[in-house]
């Protein structure tokens, strides 16, 4: 079983930048996938990024090169450092991983605000 938890998330004015970071506790070792989802009140549940083992990496189209999704030093750590943001991108945005053993494990999400 795998246990996330997130950080990072505020308020923050257009055009700014916040980083999240996600850490995996429990059996990291088998975590095979990464990522990183959104979701905005009304909306359905979106993945923003994903990184895979071998560094593979994948974005929503709105986020292309605004938004970079990378991996810590320890296995199963991963961020997101977000810039440019926009008022579409306030949303609650959670951490997920994928392993052969348990399938996906989903953290309780942190929030991001972007208001002027």
């Known amino acids: 079983q795998v246990h996330l938890v997130e950080s990072g998330g505020g308020v923050v004015q257009p055009g700014g930048s916040l980083r999240l970071s996600c850490v995996a506790s429990?059996?990291?070792?088998?975590?095979?996938?990464m990522r990183w989802y959104r979701q905005a009140p009304g909306k359905q549940r979106d993945m923003v990024a994903s990184?895979?083992?071998?560094?593979?990496?994948h974005y929503l189209d709105s986020v292309k090169a605004r938004f970079t999704i990378s991996r810590g030093n320890a296995k199963g750590t991963i961020y997101l450092q977000m810039t440019g943001l926009q008022l579409e991108d306030t949303a609650t945005y959670y951490c997920?991983?994928?392993?052969?053993?348990?399938?996906?494990?989903w953290g309780q999400g942190t929030q991001v605000t972007v208001s002027s």
């Open positions: 990184i895979s083992n071998a560094g593979i990496t």
């Open positions: 429990g059996s990291t070792q088998n975590i095979y996938l």
């Open positions: 997920n991983s994928w392993d052969n053993i348990g399938g996906d494990s």
